[in-house]
């Protein structure tokens, strides 16, 4: 593959915490209908660009019928051509990332989905030597066990972002890869459904990545990552991990200090905690190139396990405020009728659209920042 899931990882971070959405303040609920730009629309060049696709793959050796039924009911979908777009170079704070992808809410449902799946989890730790809570918690960050596995068609996904052109020939190897899942019966045309960019199932596996990875637990004749049950994606997610270098018996770090393990030292965001990572934080920057994502993940997995949160604090933000502040703040916007959304300390774009119409109200410069004056202000 041109394009590991590592590196995909990394070209959808801006989308979420490559899993646990980059662009939300609150933890995910339950599935939510798909807005409707991510619904297909009429578009000529767009058709007359399937149409070749068509011609190329059917020599490629796909069956007609295959590709009318792997594009019946597709389309254009103008969504996904404005987020992919959109991806910024913009990052969270470790310190927000963590409010995310390590909250308590995040935390009691990773304990919760380890004890119903813990003979599964077991089993696929013993087949391959990936712990089961670190397994649990990459199942957390990527779909929020599986309550986020997407609803995008995949064929549509991948398709507009084959024409679109800007990375065209990765998402045509994506969407020929798509086909090949489907030719091979492990998933129906209508339930090849995942995120905008085409990473599917409970732990979010793009389509070369399925086809290089993926394994049948469950031992029915397909790698069947979408469906309730979650076995063979997480079983898929500890092959990968095996194949990448996980160490069993090897934590992948923790917070320096006593009882951390012997390993590189990193200290990710400046004047916040520092860490001790081994070769397991590496493998897991495999699954996503990102300190955070690894962190997220390592930490994420010591609190299902029943471990505590960090000892150590970070700084005040940009804008001189804590964790502590910034809760306070939210808690203080919504109940003067400003609903933030949530109260995680995450200052994103629903705690901005309330401080927006907190300053319009009251009478102040309308930028959406906080700062300590506005805290001391609310009532």
């Not at 989905?113 to 957390?140: D, F, M, P, S």
């Not at 596995?149 to 052109?165: C, K, M, W």
């Not at 090897?250 to 001790?276: K, M, V, Y």
Request: net charge positive; glycine share 12%; charged share 20%.
């Amino acid at each position: 593959m041109s394009m590991n899931r590592r590196q995909f990882g990394a070209l959808a971070t801006a989308f979420g915490l490559a899993g646990c959405g980059a662009t939300v303040e609150t933890q995910p609920g339950g599935p939510k209908p798909l807005p409707d730009d991510l619904r297909p629309v009429r578009n000529a060049d767009y058709a007359r660009w399937v149409a070749s696709f068509q011609e190329r793959a059917a020599r490629q050796g796909f069956s007609q019928d295959l590709l009318r039924t792997a594009f019946r009911g597709t389309g254009y979908l103008p969504g996904v051509v404005k987020r992919d777009r959109n991806q910024t170079e913009f990052k969270r704070t470790l310190e927000d990332y963590l409010s995310i992808a390590v909250s308590e809410e995040r935390v009691s449902k990773g304990r919760a989905a380890y004890a119903r799946h813990r003979g599964t989890l077991r089993a696929i730790e013993q087949q391959y030597g990936v712990e089961a809570h670190i397994i649990t918690a990459v199942w957390g960050l990527e779909s929020f066990f599986g309550e986020r596995r997407g609803d995008v068609p995949v064929i549509s996904a991948t398709s507009t972002l084959a024409y679109d052109g800007r990375r065209g020939a990765f998402f045509e190897r994506q969407l020929i890869a798509a086909l090949k899942i489907l030719q091979a019966g492990h998933v129906t045309a209508r339930n090849l459904t995942g995120s905008w960019a085409g990473a599917m199932g409970h732990t979010q596996f793009i389509p070369t990545s399925f086809l290089a990875f993926a394994v049948d637990f469950t031992g029915d004749g397909r790698r069947d990552i979408w469906s309730e049950d979650p076995s063979d994606a997480l079983a898929s997610t500890a092959a990968y991990l095996a194949r990448n270098g996980w160490q069993k018996g090897l934590p992948w770090g923790g917070e320096a200090g006593p009882g951390a393990p012997t390993g590189t030292r990193i200290q990710p965001q400046e004047g916040g905690p520092r860490f001790s990572v081994t070769a397991n934080f590496r493998a897991l920057k495999r699954y996503n190139n990102s300190d955070a994502y690894a962190i997220g993940v390592g930490h994420l997995a010591d609190r299902i396990a029943g471990g505590p949160p960090l000892r150590g604090s970070f700084p005040p933000d940009q804008y001189g405020l804590t964790k502590d502040d910034r809760i306070a703040l939210q808690r203080k916007l919504t109940a003067a009728g400003f609903d933030t959304g949530g109260t995680d300390g995450v200052i994103g774009p629903n705690t901005r659209d309330a401080l927006r119409a907190y300053q319009q109200r009251t009478g102040m410069p309308v930028t959406g920042d906080p700062s300590p004056e506005l805290l001391r202000q609310l009532p």
